[in-house]
């Protein structure tokens, strides 16, 4: 009887350590079931193993309004210089005739720009015919507006200056000087047509008066047929 006891204990004892050794069932991190891989807190959790790694950071261009105070009026100001249209100085020669005396005329110029519509300048006007010759240096200032139109630009101008006159005249009786020289008050109007960013051609009629006079002179008119400027 003892003996039926001990055997009937030590099978229950077998059987129960055979159960403790059962392998152990895998986690939800490990591996879930098939039925529990639609749920959402699965989905979710493939969905972050899947997402790729965050790249670098882009920055955004800032537009001119965010940029710093300082920044915006450098550009600004860069902008403007490299403007082709902005004038900054310009020179050139002209050609065309004086009256009274009559002679034919060369002039040179330059235009230094204070602005976008002042400048100042020396102006070389020379006329020489078979009797005459006049030397006529002058400085300038001159005032200019841009026009626009369909076709080229337009730039209408006036100036002012003053200077003085040499005036030789050879045709003189031999009893009288041939020679004078005085001071010049000069203004006159003029155009400017662009027929490119930095070329222009245009034509100007400018009033020399002689205060003193110079030679019998009181003053003589130039008309300039034709300049050419370079504008840089």
Known sequence: MIAKWLTAGVLAGVVLAMGA????????????????????AAQASLARQRAPEPGPVRW???????LPPD??????????????????????FGLGGTFDPDTFLITGHADFY????V?????????????YTIIAPSFTLKGSVDVETAGPRLRPFVLGGVGFAF???DGRPRFKDDDDIGVMLNAGIG????IAEDISIGASVIVNVLPGE?????LFVSLQVLTIDLHF
């Open 60 to 66: 955004a261009i800032l537009q001119e309004d965010e």
């Open 71 to 92: 920044e915006t009026v450098r550009d600004r100001g860069e902008a403007y210089r490299d403007d082709p249209r902005t004038p900054h100085t310009s020179a050139g």
């Open 167 to 169: 005036i030789e005249d």
């Open 191 to 194: 155009i400017d047509l662009f």
């Open 214 to 218: 110079v030679l019998d002179e009181t």
């Open 21 to 40: 050794c059962r392998a152990p069932a895998p986690s939800p991190e490990i591996g879930a079931a098939p039925e529990a891989a639609d749920s959402p």
């Open 114 to 117: 204070l602005s976008d519509h």
């Open 119 to 131: 400048a100042i300048g020396p102006l070389l006007q020379v006329g020489v015919d078979d009797d």
